[in-house]
């Protein structure tokens, strides 16, 4: 079965990169998301990228991914305190929109 | 344009009691998804409806959860006989097909 897998907890401090990693157990992944989460708040989608690209960047943020070794990650320049909170890691295939989502990193910012 | 909205935003009931949730998806999107997330803890997935397909119910975790959807929008997830362990946020998602999901802001379920 798809298994996706985050670490729980990243510190940085303001004005640094921060550099979220997600890795995904199903090759045949077609999309993969991130999202992040607020507190009491839902989750937002942050971007997603397609499995035939390596990278997507948008402002901020860079999403690298590595299908060889089924790791994403995103990187966020410049990180501000209003970047705190959870970063979510999701999957799916195309044709089937069962997405498959990672425990989640929460993401420190430390002023 | 409107989000997906969830009522109530809080719920707070006794022990053995049903409680019913709501869902509003956006509006055109096909697919409305439940989630399940536990303090701390990432997003457990309940049930899928797809247009006028049958659902997939996989992810209910006891026979006393169920989700109807009618024509094709609104959706209401009910909890029969509320547990303790039943205490988490409901989180619903709609999507286009193939489009990426879009979450309302939850409802905080507390069973006393």
């Known amino acids: 079965g798809e298994d996706v897998e985050q670490s729980l907890f990243l510190s940085v401090r303001e004005g640094d990169s921060s550099v979220i990693n997600c890795t995904y157990t199903d090759s045949s992944s077609t999309y993969l998301y991130w999202y992040k989460q607020e507190p009491g708040a839902g989750l937002q989608l942050l971007t997603y990228i397609f499995s035939n690209m390596d990278m997507k960047q948008d402002q901020r943020l860079t999403v690298l991914l590595n299908k060889k070794d089924k790791h994403l990650s995103l990187r966020i320049a410049d990180t501000q305190t209003g970047d705190s909170a959870i970063y979510f890691c999701?999957?799916?295939?195309?044709?089937?929109?069962?997405?498959?989502f990672g425990t989640g990193t929460k993401l420190q910012v430390i002023p | 344009g409107a989000g997906v909205s969830q009522s109530p935003s809080n719920k707070v009931t006794e022990k053995g009691k049903d409680v019913e949730l709501r869902c509003d998806p956006i509006?055109?999107?096909?697919?409305l998804y439940w989630y399940r997330q536990s303090l701390g803890q990432g997003l457990e997935f309940l049930i899928y409806f797809q247009g006028n397909s049958a659902p997939d119910k996989s992810g209910l975790p006891s026979d006393r959860f169920s989700a109807e959807r009618t024509g094709g929008s609104v959706s209401t997830l009910t909890i029969q006989r509320t547990q303790q362990e039943d205490s988490a946020v409901y989180l619903c998602?709609?999507?286009?097909?193939?489009?990426?999901?879009?979450f309302g802001d939850g409802t905080r379920l507390s069973i006393l």
């Open positions: 998602a709609s999507s286009r097909t193939n489009q990426p999901q879009h």
């Open positions: 509006s055109g999107h096909t697919a």
């Open positions: 999701a999957e799916s295939k195309a044709g089937y929109q069962k997405v498959t």
